[in-house]
């Protein structure tokens, strides 16, 4: 039986020459998904799911379990407020995009109770921008709470910095490979 994407804004882009990982199964006929910002994926086949982030942040969670595995890609921790923000593409937001992503992996098979998680991104990535504007921290603090306050433990995160990230995710075994950018710099160092 084909898999197929479980993203309902139709929107990610499937890449079959990504130099990241050998996946053996396909999800609409490809091995490597990009998750794009505002979207998410969650599966049980076999493939590769791929994002770059800057300080956007993105959720892996995986069930090892029942062998479902999913990523979502988030810009913001939550809409500013404006009606038309939540109208467009609520995924855009960490408050719809991991309670989507949480979904749809149960959707898919998964159960709460063996997740884990794994959370990349976060980056700062404009430095004159004061410490509480900060979009990158903020969209961590907000996938740490939610995790937290949804039971799902983080076994494993790259966080903060300043650059971008691209972050695949093997569902076959929940497996993350980061690749930094030239120019990171972790500030916690």
């Not at 810009?75 to 989507?100: D, F, H, K, N």
């Not at 998680?117 to 976060?122: I, S, T, W, Y």
């Given at each position: 039986?084909?898999?197929?994407?479980?993203?309902?804004?139709?929107?990610?882009?499937?890449?079959?020459?990504?130099?990241?990982?050998?996946?053996?199964?396909?999800?609409?006929?490809?091995?490597?998904?990009?998750?794009?910002?505002?979207?998410?994926?969650?599966?049980?086949?076999?493939?590769?799911?791929?994002?770059?982030?800057?300080?956007?942040?993105?959720?892996?969670?995986?069930?090892?379990?029942?062998?479902?595995?999913?990523?979502?890609?988030?810009?913001?921790?939550?809409?500013?407020?404006?009606?038309?923000?939540?109208?467009?593409?609520?995924?855009?937001?960490?408050?719809?995009?991991?309670?989507?992503?949480?979904?749809?992996?149960?959707?898919?098979?998964?159960?709460?109770?063996?997740?884990?998680?794994?959370?990349?991104?976060?980056?700062?990535?404009?430095?004159?921008?004061?410490?509480?504007?900060?979009?990158?921290?903020?969209?961590?603090?907000?996938?740490?709470?939610?995790?937290r306050n949804a039971g799902i433990?983080?076994?494993?995160?790259?966080?903060?910095?300043?650059?971008?990230?691209?972050?695949?995710?093997?569902?076959?075994?929940?497996?993350?490979?980061?690749?930094?950018?030239?120019?990171?710099?972790?500030?916690?160092?």
């Amino acid at each position: 039986m084909e898999c197929e994407q479980t993203n309902p804004y139709d929107g990610a882009l499937l890449n079959e020459d990504a130099e990241i990982s050998e996946p053996s199964a396909t999800v609409a006929g490809c091995d490597t998904v990009m998750i794009l910002p505002g979207h998410y994926c969650a599966t049980r086949c076999d493939v590769t799911l791929v994002t770059v982030l800057g300080s956007c942040v993105a959720v892996c969670l995986y069930d090892p379990v029942n062998g479902v595995a999913g990523m979502n890609h988030y810009l913001l921790p939550e809409p500013p407020g404006l009606p038309q923000a939540t109208s467009e593409i609520p995924t855009r937001y960490g408050t719809a995009a991991v309670a989507m992503l949480v979904g749809e992996m149960l959707a898919e098979g998964a159960e709460r109770q063996h997740m884990v998680a794994k959370v990349f991104g976060g980056a700062s990535v404009l430095r004159d921008i004061p410490d509480h504007q900060r979009v990158g921290p903020r969209n961590v603090a907000f996938a740490l709470g939610y995790l937290r306050n949804a039971g799902i433990p983080v076994v494993q995160y790259d966080v903060g910095g300043i650059g971008a990230r691209s972050v695949s995710l093997r569902t076959r075994d929940g497996r993350v490979a980061v690749r930094r950018s030239a120019q990171y710099v972790n500030l916690a160092a």
